[in-house]
């Protein structure tokens, strides 16, 4: 009992051959994103019931696409490798124009740029994904490797800000606390 029935408040925008404008319609020209499908699919229609391109046509086109997707892949893998510069670089002048003082700001700052390449180091494999490739074609060691060592280099700027804010344990008066005094057997009031 599912019968289609139109009511007066539908609009049928599919134009049939018999109706009026069909021709016109076909006439005009495809739309902006559309051309190369338009193109594709009077191709086909020409061959007929020919294949629109030859085995052959069909291998090199997919190896070029293939290919261009690897340098694609390769090169936005790269621009990842390469990201955590910008952002130490970005990092180190709010460190140097939040001062040496202990206060909220320049904590926050150094806390930052301890956190985010501890983050960035533990979670490589899983940043380094979606530019993994099943056919093996995009080399992913080298960036990985600059990725790392720009996030141990990052890492290394803000331990070093943090021993300038004397908040890390660096000089032998801060481990005062552990050293053991000795105990004097004799006093004496000659100098």
Do not use: H
């Amino acid at each position: 009992m599912t019968s289609r029935t139109s009511s007066k408040w539908s609009l049928d925008l599919n134009i049939k051959e018999c109706e009026v404008g069909y021709t016109t319609i076909q006439n005009l020209p495809a739309p902006l994103g559309m051309r190369r499908v338009a193109a594709l699919e009077k191709k086909s229609q020409s061959n007929g019931k020919n294949k629109l391109f030859s085995s052959e046509e069909m291998t090199t086109k997919e190896k070029t696409r293939s290919a261009a997707i690897a340098r694609k892949k390769q090169s936005m893998a790269m621009g990842l490798a390469t990201s955590p510069g910008k952002s130490m670089l970005m990092n180190g002048f709010m460190m140097y124009m939040s001062g040496s003082n202990l206060n909220m700001w320049s904590i926050n700052v150094t806390g930052m740029s301890i956190m985010t390449p501890l983050k960035n180091i533990f979670g490589l494999s899983s940043q380094f994904k979606k530019y993994e490739d099943k056919g093996g074609k995009v080399e992913l060691q080298m960036p990985k490797i600059i990725f790392l060592v720009l996030n141990i280099l990052w890492l290394c700027v803000g331990l070093y800000r943090m021993s300038k804010m004397r908040l890390l344990p660096t000089v032998s008066a801060d481990w005062s606390g552990r050293v053991v005094w000795k105990e004097l057997m004799e006093v004496s009031s000659i100098p």
